[in-house]
């Protein structure tokens, strides 16, 4: 289940420029992570250790940068969020908070990436138990993000991967799955990343609720009114 994080009507509705963001990361999410073997090569990074999804904190700086501006509505940030790591050449400590500017997946990844990750978190809805199942997820957005090939698989290409422990196999042929038949999955959920230029950059992905959509609808036609109602 992917937690909320962002005002999502916010930032939909209108795109702002990047903001500031003070976390703090507390562990993986599942406790112990489980491993993995990720090769690249043709430029993309190689590592091997622990992968996995996180989670975090907001310190400070998130419903003010991020809430609706719109005087009806204006939700209140989550104290807490899950995040996935955007990047492998930078490092950063649990318990130690950090300040990240937000930013789209797409001025952050580019506009294809970005979607092809979209589709890969609403593929894998409900896919992310345990350490191993969320080390498979890390394994595959990695791919995604560093395969410079015209599709995308861990087994092949310019980047691939694999689990340290027999036990998380199985986890790594689903994800692998999804992301050889991305192409079949809609681009439902928002990629959004902090960014920071000395410390690991993390991944939010966020999947609207039904409600979400009918809010946005709202939000969407006020501020078509209100767009009318300056040309008149």
Known sequence: MFQKFLPLIGALLLAAPASAITVNMNDFTFGAPASVDMQGSDGSPSYEGSAGQFTGGVVDGLAAASSLRLEFAQPAAPSSFVAWCAELTQTFSFGVV??????????????????????????????????????????????????????????????????????????????????????????????????????????????????????????LGVVGLLKRRRRT
């Open 98 to 219: 950090y300040e990240y500017e937000q930013v789209s997946g797409a001025s952050y990844f580019g506009a294809a990436k970005a979607a092809d990750l979209s589709r890969l978190f609403t593929a894998a809805q409900g896919f992310v138990v345990d350490k191993f199942t969320s080390a498979a997820m890390q394994a595959g957005i990695w791919e995604i993000i560093y395969e410079h090939g015209p599709s995308f698989s861990l087994t092949g290409g310019t980047f691939k991967g694999a689990p340290e422990d027999a036990a998380g196999q199985g986890a790594f042929n689903v994800v692998n799955g999804f992301l050889m038949n991305l192409g079949s999955y809609n681009a439902a959920a928002r990629i959004d990343v902090l960014q920071n230029g000395e410390h690991q950059d993390f991944l939010v992905a966020t999947i609207p609720e039904p409600e979400t959509w009918m809010l946005l609808g709202m939000g």
